[in-house]
Nanobody
């Protein structure tokens, strides 16, 4: 099982980024995928997740209305569209899947929101 997160970078407040999580090594469309983030000095927190079909989604309160999670099962990829970014969104973002009771994490991609 491998997850490859990408798309992070430096963006000004109010800007947008789209993160991607490319997956391999498991039957992608059988599993929900989650995005998490860890800011400096803080614990890792769940940001959003999407069901295997894509019909079910969850967002933590602080990103509701600004972030949108989606998936393309033909490309084995999950996306996190992040709009109206705030400095407090600065963190390393990780994607995760749990396969047969084992958590697999991507390597993380850094998002920095700063003027």
């Amino acid at each position: 099982v491998q997850l490859q997160a990408s798309g992070g970078g430096l963006v000004q407040p109010g800007g947008s980024l789209r993160l991607s999580c490319a997956a391999s090594g498991f039957t992608f469309d059988d599993y929900a995928i989650g995005w998490f983030r860890q800011a400096p000095g803080k614990e890792r927190e769940g940001v959003s997740c999407i069901s295997s079909s894509g019909r079910g989604t969850y967002y933590v309160g602080s990103v509701k209305g600004r972030f949108t999670i989606s998936r393309d099962n033909a490309k084995n990829t999950v996306y996190l569209q992040m709009n109206s970014l705030k400095p407090e969104d600065t963190a390393v973002y990780y994607c995760k899947v749990t396969v047969r009771g084992v958590d697999y994490w991507g390597q993380g991609t850094l998002v920095t929101v700063s003027s």
